[in-house]
């Protein structure tokens, strides 16, 4: 049974960068076989807000961003650790949110809830304020 647990800092100070980490547990962030293969998303939610997709990582290590992120996102993998990262540099308060790491095979990052998504974690608060 494959199990994610998003993890990060709780609170962030304005204009740092935040890190995020994603550890997977009970299969390969790398799995894929002839007829799927999983991308793995970094999705946010703003308090009182929807949820918005951030930026996914394929099985082949290919990326993609939101277009309003794209200058300060990064997101990436250590298959060693079957861990997927994400940071976001340049924070503001707008950026304090519930952070999720989720699973779906293509296209990638297309619900709305994050049960949507074939795996996902339980999220990780982010906090900016000084």
């Known amino acids: 049974q494959v199990q994610v647990q998003e993890s990060g800092p709780g609170l962030v100070k304005p ?29 946010r939610q703003p308090p009182g807000k929807g949820l918005e997709w951030m930026a996914v990582i394929a099985d082949d290590g290919s990326t993609n961003y939101a277009p309003l992120l794209k200058s300060r996102i990064s997101i990436s ?3 060693s650790k079957n861990q997927i990262s994400l940071q976001l540099s340049s924070v503001t308060p707008e950026d304090t949110a519930v952070y999720y790491c989720a699973a779906d095979p ?15 974690g339980q999220g990780t608060q982010v906090t900016v304020s000084s």
């Open 106 to 120: 293509p296209p990638f990052g297309r619900y709305d809830d994050v049960g949507g998504y074939d795996y996902w």
């Open 77 to 79: 993998r250590d298959t």
């Open 15 to 43: 204009s740092q960068t935040l890190s995020l980490t994603c550890t997977v547990s009970g299969g390969s962030i790398t799995a894929s076989s002839d007829t799927y293969y999983y991308g793995w998303n970094w999705l």
